[in-house]
Nanobody, 115 residues
Framework: QVQLVESGGGLVQPGGSLRLSCAPSVNILSFNHMGWYRQAPGKQRELVAS???????TYADSVKGRSTISRDIVKDTMYLQMNNLKPEDSAVYYC?????????WGQGTQVTVSS
């Protein structure tokens, strides 16, 4: 069973930065698509950023210019660097990874942006 282990969430002040990490239990090259979703209380889960095996990236308009998604093939880890965080970025962030026939989700990591 593939597992995705997330880390890096926490409490940060507005304008601050966080880097989320997602470490799969298998070789990261097993996946053709990876990314991050988030879900705030009372809201639907939304895509934040994604990256393909070829390195193509997409971002939600709400985080574009403030966030960077990347993969480290040597460390088998995916990252989401978030800068200039805003209170509306507060949510549980979920890592996902997709193979040809299956998709996997992490357990979620809480990000809270508050003064």
């Amino acid at each position: 069973q593939v597992q995705l282990v997330e880390s890096g969430g926490g409490l940060v002040q507005p304008g601050g930065s966080l880097r989320l990490s997602c470490a799969p239990s298998v070789n990261i090259l097993s996946f053709n698509h990876m990314g991050w979703y988030r879900q705030a209380p009372g809201k639907q889960r939304e895509l934040v950023a994604s990256i393909t095996s070829g390195g193509s990236v997409t971002y939600a308009d709400s985080v574009k210019g403030r966030s960077t998604i990347s993969r480290d093939i040597v460390k088998d880890t995916m990252y989401l660097q978030m800068n200039n965080l805003k209170p509306e970025d507060s949510a549980v962030y979920y890592c996902y990874a997709r193979e040809v026939l299956k998709a996997y989700w992490g357990q979620g990591t809480q990000v809270t942006v508050s003064s």
